[in-house]
C-alpha cells in the first residue's frame, strides 16, 4: 500500500439503492436464465468451438463499486471504460477520499480523472448549481441520503443543496454528465480548473467561446502535480460543451467576470467559468461533455466530437456497459453464493480501472509504442494484478510492456510507480522486471510486439547503472553498486533501531533485489542467454547474505535482519513494522529504518525463488509449517499489504495445500466482504482485488514465473477465456465448504497429483481442464513433487 494518509475508519455507508437494483437485475437474470436452456453453456473442448459463446453472460450486473471505498480501501466508484482515461466522480471532503469518494463526506464537485487508490487526479471540476444560495467559492454541497448509484460506466448521486441528481458515463477520453435539476428555475453549471482533490494547481487558463456549436464552449488547461513523487507536473486539457444554449456564460478567477472576458488565466484563487439555463425554456435534460486531453485542447475537443458526437448519454453508458461486459465475461464461474459473485466480480472489475491507456497522448515524446500511466504502483500491482493480465488480457498488457519499455528508451529507466506522466517514489526493488518476466515467460518472446532486446537492457540497467539518490529514487535500485559488490543492501551506518536515520529500507530492498535479480535470471534463459542466467540465478539467492540465524522469537529462530557495510548486524525485533509492532512508522512519510511497510516475520518468508532453501534454514518442514501457523495465529500476517500475499500459499512447499486450502478460506472470510469498508488495506489499483479473484478461482500465481499455486477453489467451475480460442477450466466435484480438500484431480484426462502447475500446461492451443475431485478430508494431495526452487528437485525452467 501506498499513501500518504494512514488509514482510518469511517462510518460505513448503506447503499439500500444499490442493493436494491443489484437483486431486481439479478433476479431478471436468473428468470431469463432459467428459461433459456442455451444459456447453460458447456465448456468449450475444442479450438472449433465457437469462443463468442464464452460472453454470454453479463456479469457486470455482480459488481458493486462501492465496495472498499468506506475505510483504507480508498476504491473510485465513479465510471470509466477499462484503462480509460476520463473518470467522472465526485471529489468529497474528508480522509480516506483518495479515489474522490468519501461516503461521509461532502461533495466540492465532480472531476474527470480519477486512480484507484492514489489521491493524485481529482483534476477539472464540474458542479451543478441551482437557486441563489451559492457563491464561486461556496458551492460544496451534502449528498442526497442514499442517492447514490453506480455499476461499470455509471455513476449517479443527488446533491441536497441544490436539490440536483447527476449522472455521469465515460467514453475512453470523454466525460458525459446529465443533469436533473427537479423544475429548479434558474440554473447553471460551473466548471473550476482551479481546485483539484490534492490541492495541487499550479496554474492554467481558461477559454469561452460563446459561438462556437451555438452553445458556448469553454476550454482550456490546469496544471497539477502527482500525488508520490518528489517533482513534477502534468497539464490537463479540456473542452466542454452542452447540448443545450445556455442564457449567459461568464468567466471567473477570484470574482466574476460578467460577459466580457473570452480568456483567463490564473495561478491562485480559483479558475473557471459559468454557464447559465432558463429550465423554462429547457425541451430535454440538459448534458455536458467534458474531452480530456494531454496535448492539447484542440485534441481534447476531436476527442469529445469523436467519441460521443450526438450527446447522447443513453448510447455512450450503453457502450460502455459493453465494454465491461467482455472484459469481465473472460472470466465465467459457477457455484458459489451471490454474494460470492458479487465479491468475485467486483475484486475483478477494479483490476481494469488503472493502468491508464494514454497511447496518443504523451506530451513527453514522439513515438509509436502504446503508452500507459498510473501504474501505482508495480511494488502493489505486480503480485496478482499483472498477472491476471498475463491470462486473460494480454493484449493490453504486451502493450503496457511496450509502454514500459520506452520510458526507459526515453527517461533513462523503468518506472517503478508512475502517475500523471512521471516517475514516483520507489518503495523497494525495480519491480518492473516483474511484470516484463511475468510475460515473457507466458507469452514468449515473439507476443505482441515486445522488443526484448531494449526490454532486456532495461532491466540489465536496473541491475547494475546506480539511480541518481533524490531523498528517495524514483527508478532504479539504489545502493546497487554495494549491493552488486557484497550481496546485500547496507543499513546506513548513523541508523539504529532505537534511532533510524531515514527509511533507509535495506532489508527490505534487499529481499526485493535478489527476487527481481532471479526475474531477471528466468527473463535470460527464456532469451537464451546463459551467462546472465547463470550470474542471476546465484545474485537470486541473496537474502540468504542477511538471514541471521541467532536471532529468535516466539521460539523460531532465524530472521532477515538488516547488516551495516562492515558486516555486523543492525538487530531489530522481528515484529517491528508489522501489524503488531510500530507499524505506521515504517511507511514512506515515517522513519521506519530498514524493513518497509512490513516486518521481518513478512519478508523472512519473501523469497518465493527458494522456499526449500528457507525450508532447511528454519529447521525443516514441521518446523516451518509450525512457524506459518503461528505466524498467522498471532496476527503477524497483514491483509491490507502487498508483501504478504503470497505467504499463505507457501505451506504447498511443504507439501500442505490443505493448510493453504483452509486459511485461504478464513483470510477470505475475515478480511473481505461486500460491504462499503470490504476491504483490509488500500486497493492501490486493484491490488487487493487481486488476492481475492486468485484465491476464489481456487489458485495464486508465483509472479515473475511461470508458476501457479493451487488451493481450494471456491466456485465448482471456473472458465477464463485465456486467448483467442483458449479456455482454462478448473472442476471441482462435489465441492462444499466442508468438502474442500482435493482428493484427486486430473489435467486433460490424465491423472495430475501436484499443488502447482505451469503456464504452459493450461496454455495449450485448445486450453486445458483440471478436474478436481473435492472432500472432507486432506489424504496427501500434494505431498510428491513440490513447486520448484533454486535449491531442490525441481527446477524453475524447463
Ligand atoms: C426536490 O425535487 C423533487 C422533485 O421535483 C421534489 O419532489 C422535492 O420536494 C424537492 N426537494 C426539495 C428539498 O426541494
Ligand atoms: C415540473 O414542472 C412541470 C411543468 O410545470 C410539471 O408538469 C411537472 O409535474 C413538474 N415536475 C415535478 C417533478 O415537479
Ligand atoms: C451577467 O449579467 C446578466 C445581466 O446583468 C445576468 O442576467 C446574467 O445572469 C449574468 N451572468 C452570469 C454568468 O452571472
Ligand atoms: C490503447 O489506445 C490506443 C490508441 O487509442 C489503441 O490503439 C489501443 O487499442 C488501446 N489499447 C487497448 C488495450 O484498448
Ligand atoms: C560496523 O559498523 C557499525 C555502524 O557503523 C558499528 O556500530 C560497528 O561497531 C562496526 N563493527 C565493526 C566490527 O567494526
Ligand atoms: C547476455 O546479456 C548481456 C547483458 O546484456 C550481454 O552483455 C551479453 O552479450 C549477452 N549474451 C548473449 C549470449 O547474448
Ligand atoms: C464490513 O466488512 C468488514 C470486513 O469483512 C467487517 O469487518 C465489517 O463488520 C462489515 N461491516 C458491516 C456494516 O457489515
Ligand atoms: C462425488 O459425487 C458423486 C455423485 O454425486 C459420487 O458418485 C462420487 O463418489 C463423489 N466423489 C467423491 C470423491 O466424494
Request: proline share 6%; with cysteine; aromatic share 14%.
Amino acid at each position: 500500500m501506498t499513501t500518504f494518509r494512514l488509514p482510518r475508519r469511517s462510518s460505513s455507508g448503506r447503499f439500500i439503492l444499490r442493493a436494491c437494483i443489484v437483486l431486481a437485475v439479478t433476479v431478471l437474470f436468473f428468470l431469463v436464465a432459467r428459461v433459456s436452456p442455451s444459456s447453460r453453456v458447456t465448456r468449450l473442448v475444442s479450438h472449433n468451438d465457437n469462443t463468442d459463446n464464452f460472453y454470454y453472460r453479463d456479469n457486470t450486473i455482480y459488481v458493486d463499486p462501492f465496495i472498499g471505498t468506506s475505510g483504507p480501501g480508498h476504491v473510485f466508484p465513479g465510471a470509466t471504460l477499462p484503462f480509460g482515461i476520463a473518470k467522472p466522480g465526485p471529489d468529497m471532503t474528508g480522509n480516506d477520499n483518495q479515489a474522490g469518494y468519501n461516503p461521509s463526506g461532502i461533495i466540492r464537485g465532480f472531476s474527470q480523472l480519477h486512480s484507484d487508490g492514489n489521491p493524485s487526479y481529482g483534476n477539472i471540476q464540474v458542479q451543478p448549481l441551482a437557486g441563489e444560495e451559492w457563491e464561486i467559492w461556496d458551492y460544496a454541497s451534502l449528498r442526497i441520503e442514499g442517492s447514490q448509484v453506480a455499476s461499470p460506466g455509471y455513476f449517479a448521486i443527488g446533491l441536497d443543496r441544490f436539490n440536483v441528481t447527476v449522472e455521469m458515463t465515460a467514453a475512453h477520453k470523454t466525460s458525459v454528465f446529465r443533469y436533473d435539476f427537479h423544475n429548479a428555475s434558474k440554473v447553471a453549471v460551473m466548471i473550476n480548473v482551479g481546485r483539484d482533490l490534492m490541492e495541487s494547481f499550479m496554474g492554467g487558463m481558461i477559454n469561452l467561446d460563446r459561438d462556437k456549436r451555438e452553445n458556448t464552449r469553454i476550454t482550456g488547461y490546469g496544471t497539477y502535480r502527482p500525488s508520490f513523487a518528489p517533482t513534477g507536473a502534468f497539464k490537463v486539457f479540456f473542452c466542454t460543451d452542452f447540448n443545450l444554449k445556455p442564457s449567459s456564460a461568464a468567466l471567473f478567477d477570484d470574482q466574476l467576470h460578467n460577459e466580457t472576458e473570452t480568456t483567463l488565466t490564473g495561478g491562485w484563487g480559483g479558475l473557471g467559468a459559468l454557464v447559465q439555463f432558463d429550465t423554462m425554456t429547457l425541451e430535454e435534460p440538459l448534458i455536458s461533455r467534458v474531452g480530456i486531453s494531454f496535448v492539447s485542447e484542440a485534441q481534447a475537443c476531436a476527442s469529445a466530437e469523436d467519441e460521443v458526437p450526438a450527446f447522447d448519454f443513453d448510447l455512450t453508458h450503453m457502450a460502455a456497459k459493453k465494454t465491461w461486459e467482455d472484459t469481465l465475461g473472460k472470466i465465467r464461474v459457477d457455484g458459489g453464493t451471490e454474494d460470492d459473485k458479487v465479491l468475485f466480480y467486483s475484486s475483478l472489475y477494479r483490476h481494469f480501472i488503472s493502468p491508464v491507456n494514454k497511447t496518443g497522448e504523451n506530451p513527453k515524446w514522439e513515438s509509436s509504442e502504446p503508452y500507459y500511466d498510473d501504474f501505482y504502483c508495480l511494488w502493489d500491482t505486480y503480485h496478482g494484478v499483472m498477472p491476471l493480465y498475463a491470462m486473460t488480457h494480454s493484449q493490453p498488457l504486451a502493450e503496457m510492456v511496450r509502454g514500459l519499455i520506452d520510458i526507459y528508451r526515453n527517461e533513462g529507466y523503468m518506472p517503478d510507480c508512475y502517475m500523471g506522466m512521471g516517475p514516483g517514489y520507489s518503495q523497494g526493488g525495480s519491480n518492473a522486471e516483474m511484470p516484463l518476466t511475468d510475460f515473457l515467460v507466458k507469452h514468449g518472446a515473439n507476443y505482441g510486439g515486445v522488443s526484448w532486446e531494449d526490454g532486456f537492457q532495461a532491466m540489465m540497467k536496473d541491475a547494475t547503472v546506480e539511480p541518481m539518490y533524490q531523498g528517495w529514487t524514483v527508478h532504479g535500485r539504489t545502493d546497487i553498486e554495494f549491493y552488486s559488490e557484497n550481496g546485500y543492501a547496507p543499513a546506513p551506518e548513523d541508523s539504529t533501531y532505537d534511532a533510524p536515520q531515514r527509511s533507509a529500507r535495506s532489508a527490505s530492498r534487499t529481499i526485493e533485489y535478489s527476487r527481481n535479480d532471479f526475474a531477471i535470471a528466468l527473463a535470460a534463459h527464456q532469451l537464451g542467454n546463459t551467462s546472465v542466467y547463470k550470474e542471476y540465478l546465484a545474485r537470486a539467492n541473496n537474502w540468504i547474505n542477511l538471514w541471521n540465524p541467532d536471532v529468535e522469537e516466539d521460539g523460531f529462530s532465524g530472521f532477515i535482519m538488516p547488516r551495516y557495510q562492515n558486516g555486523s548486524w543492525d538487530l531489530y525485533p522481528p515484529q517491528f513494522c508489522g501489524p503488531t509492532l510500530n507499524h505506521f512508522s515504517c511507511f514512506l512519510d515515517s522513519r521506519g529504518g530498514e524493513f518497509y511497510e512490513e516486518s521481518s516475520w513478512i519478508y523472512s518468508f519473501s523469497a518465493p525463488q527458494d522456499q526449500i532453501k528457507l525450508i532447511e534454514l528454519m529447521g525443516g518442514p514441521e518446523q516451518y509449517v509450525k512457524r506459518l501457523d503461528h505466524y498467522f495465529d498471532k496476527g503477524y500476517h497483514d491483509m491490507g499489504d502487498e508483501p504478504a500475499f503470497l505467504i499463505p500459499y507457501l505451506y504447498n512447499w511443504a507439501g500442505r495445500i490443505d493448510k493453504t486450502t483452509d486459511i485461504i478460506r478464513t483470510l477470505l472470510r475475515t478480511h473481505f466482504s461486500t460491504n462499503s469498508s470490504g476491504l483490509p488495506g488500500n486497493d492501490d489499483s486493484g491490488a487487493e482485488g487481486s488476492f481475492v479473484v486468485w484465491s476464489m478461482m481456487g489458485f495464486y500465481p508465483v509472479s515473475g514465473t511461470d508458476v501457479y499455486l493451487l488451493s481450494s477453489p471456491l466456485f465448482t467451475e471456473t472458465s477464463l477465456l485465456i486467448g483467442p480460442n483458449q479456455v482454462f477450466t478448473i472442476v471441482a466435484n462435489n465441492l462444499t465448504d466442508t468438502n474442500r480438500y482435493i482428493q484427486k484431480a486430473t489435467l486433460n484426462g490424465q491423472p495430475f497429483d501436484r499443488s502447482w502447475f505451469r503456464h504452459s500446461e493450461i496454455a495449450g492451443e485448445s486450453g486445458a481442464r483440471l478436474e478436481l475431485e473435492m472432500g472432507a478430508e486432506w489424504t496427501g494431495y500434494g505431498v510428491k513433487k513440490l513447486p520448484p526452487a533454486i535449491t531442490g528437485d525441481v527446477s524453475w525452467v524447463q
